[in-house]
């Protein structure tokens, strides 16, 4: 089986720090004294409503952590799309570890899949525009790669991972710079490589442009202003459509042209998936 990786992701610690949280000081007091050490169960994970897969193989590591010699079946492949009833994960072994891993696995993949599912729905909803859907740095702190990973599982691109990833100039930077142009030319000067430009007005756009910006955040424009930016920048740098886009207005935003679409809500507002996971003794 090949191993769970993410970039800049610690499984073991993930699950270690997790696990610690849950079981305090005393553990699992609960199944320690009504299930008998030696009990065995068999359990089923499955999603309740229609989903974009995400986390598996994270729960499967709960699971492993507290029984090295757990059964455990994944029926669904990261990313895919499935309807309700779909059995997602059949598990077989020591009771009270299927117990205690039982609820850090399923918040897991609720909270993943539902990011993904959320996800998916916004990359639908500009099918066949040509914008390419971005996640935002709205996550949870401690579980953005894990937030990300989400994202791209529901079809999205990640933004920047970090603040090190480029240079983003937004109007609080321009306020203390001055102007646009002079908070590009900062950058450029600092030796900043990528230097992402947040516009709210058509007059920024060239300033901008001319200082060095290599990519632009058309900030709470509306379609039509969308378009005219759009026309003005030529392609001579990615575009992208950002701020307050919902899915009831995302598709208009995405026929102007504009290269990307932003959304901080497929992470910072993305529903909980409905997954449970019922058992049997055995």
């Known amino acids: 089986m090949t191993r769970f990786a993410l970039e ?7 699950v270690a720090a997790t696990l610690e949280e849950d079981l ?32 598996l193989p994270i729960a499967e590591a709960f ?6 010699e757990m059964e455990i079946a994944r029926l669904a492949e990261e990313g895919q799309s499935v309807p309700a009833g779909t059995d997602l994960m059949r598990l077989r072994g020591n009771a009270r570890a299927l117990l205690t891993a039982e609820r850090p696995a399923l918040n897991t993949v609720q909270h993943l899949s539902g990011i993904a599912t959320l996800t998916r729905r916004y990359v639908d909803a500009i099918a066949g525009t040509g914008a390419i859907l971005l996640d935002t740095r709205k996550t949870i702190p401690g ?5 990300k990973y989400a994202t791209r599982m529901g079809g999205a691109q990640n933004h920047r991972m970090r603040l090190d ?45 001319d200082a060095g910006a ?54 910072q507002s993305a529903p909980a998936a409905d997954i449970g996971l019922d058992f049997a003794t055995l």
């Open 214 to 267: 290599t990519h632009l955040l058309l900030d709470n424009m509306d379609p039509a202003t969308l378009r005219e930016a759009v026309a003005l920048i030529g392609g001579r740098v990615p575009t992208e459509a950002s701020g307050g886009v919902t899915l009831d207005t995302i598709r208009a935003k995405a026929e102007t042209g504009v290269t990307y679409v932003s959304v901080g809500r497929i992470t």
């Open 63 to 68: 699971f492993r952590a507290l029984d090295p």
């Open 24 to 55: 305090g000081d005393h553990g699992d007091v609960t199944s320690a004294s009504v299930i008998p050490a030696d009990a065995r169960f068999s359990g089923v994970m499955d999603s309740r409503d229609g989903i974009v897969v995400a986390g």
């Open 165 to 209: 990833d480029a240079a983003m100039i937004k109007d609080n930077h321009v306020a203390v710079a001055g102007s646009v142009g002079e908070a590009v030319r900062r950058a450029v000067a600092s030796g900043v490589q990528r230097i992402m430009v947040e516009v709210d007005r058509i007059d920024q756009i060239v300033p901008a442009l």
């Open 8 to 14: 800049r992701f610690d499984l073991d610690r993930f």
């Open 143 to 147: 579980l953005r790669v894990l937030e």
